[in-house]
């Protein structure tokens, strides 16, 4: 069973930037496609931005071009470098591990927060 841990969230300002990191333990999730999701108050849980095992990247229409989403199997971690960052990026960021390259999640880390300050 794999454990996801994020780290790298805080509080950053309106055009700043921000890593966060979903480091995975137990098992490796190298033929596992990842994702990164955020929720914010009040509105659904969203998907921000995926990786498959291939290195095959999508974003939500509200990220591109500001987030990019890589992943580093030897040391078992996923990233996600976010850019150009506005308020509405204000969420609890999550990392999930799907089964292989479906859309199945099978683990979800705990969360980080991110603030982004007008």
């Known amino acids: 069973q794999v454990q996801l841990v994020e780290a790298g969230g805080g509080v950053g300002e309106a055009g700043g930037s921000l890593r966060l990191s979903c480091a995975a333990s137990g098992s490796s999730f190298s033929r596992n496609a990842v994702g990164w999701y955020r929720q914010a108050p009040g509105k659904q849980r969203e998907l921000v931005a995926r990786i498959t095992s291939g290195r095959i990247t999508t974003y939500a229409d509200s990220v591109k071009g500001r987030f990019t989403i890589s992943r580093d199997n030897v040391k078992n971690t996923v990233y996600l470098n976010m850019n150009s960052l506005k308020p509405e990026d204000t969420a609890v960021y999550s990392c999930?591990?799907?089964?292989?390259?479906?859309?199945?999640?099978?683990?979800w880390g705990r969360g980080t927060q991110v603030t982004v300050s007008s």
């Open positions: 999930a591990v799907y089964y292989m390259n479906t859309m199945g999640v099978t683990n």
